[in-house]
T-cell receptor, first 117, second 113 residues
């Protein structure tokens, strides 16, 4: 199957700092990627849709100025958590459909565990 | 508004038994229904998926049953093994909405040896 990677796999930061998480599609191009957040023992909640070459689309209730998304190439999307606070501590997961607009199969990255002290 | 409701929240089954997880949806525009398996600290992995023009799909020990009129679909895990112990999520999406996945709440399955 298609491979999606994330980096870093875990990060610990101090409150008030910014953290960047990378999502890469390794063997296919992805014009669209999705970012999710998952709290312990809960389901995945879609945060935003990352679109290559254009602005991201955010879900209701997600602060676009706090969660900056950049989709600079067909294989890379980044999520930057700005001025992170302890309540932002969560498991962040990205996904990418193998072929945008054709079929729905999505491949998920391994996730990034963010802990804000 | 939770568009995909999943039950049960947790499930304990003996090795060799059948695990059954159910999901119900509200949005009739959904046209793709995948099931994902997630182990602790890992991203979800696609198990099996179905489209609404098919009532059943089987892949190995995993079977999806789909009831379009009832707006329900279920996952059956046959001959459950301890390695199947994980959290399972149903999801739904529609191409018209950019293939965004809406997830169910998840079911934690424990298979006892």
């Amino acid at each position: 199957g298609a491979v999606v990677s994330q980096h870093p796999s875990w990060v610990i930061c101090k409150s008030g700092t910014s953290v960047k998480i990378e999502c890469r599609s390794l063997d296919f191009q992805a014009t669209t990627m999705f970012w999710y957040r998952q709290f312990p023992k809960q389901s995945l909640m879609l945060m935003a849709t990352s679109n290559e070459g254009s602005k991201a689309t955010y879900e209701q209730g997600v602060e676009k100025d706090k969660f900056l998304i950049n989709h600079a190439s067909l294989t890379l999307s980044t999520l930057t958590v700005t001025s992170a606070h302890p309540e932002d501590s969560s498991f962040y997961i990205c996904s990418a459909p193998r072929r945008a607009g054709e079929g729905n199969e999505q491949f998920f990255g391994p996730g990034t565990r963010l802990t804000v002290l | 508004q939770q568009q995909v409701k999943q039950s049960p929240q947790s499930l304990i089954v003996q090795k060799g038994g059948i695990s059954i997880i159910n999901c119900a949806y509200e949005n009739t525009a959904f046209d793709y229904f995948p099931w994902y398996q997630q182990f602790p600290g890992k991203g979800p992995a696609l198990l099996i998926a179905i489209r609404p023009d098919v009532s059943e799909k089987k892949e190995g020990r995993f079977t999806i049953s789909f009831n379009k009129s009832a707006k329900q679909f279920s996952l059956h895990i046959m001959d459950s093994q301890p390695g199947d112990s994980a959290t399972y999520f149903c999801a739904a999406s529609t191409q018209a909405a950019g293939n965004k996945l809406t997830f169910g709440g998840g079911t934690r399955v424990l298979v006892k040896p």
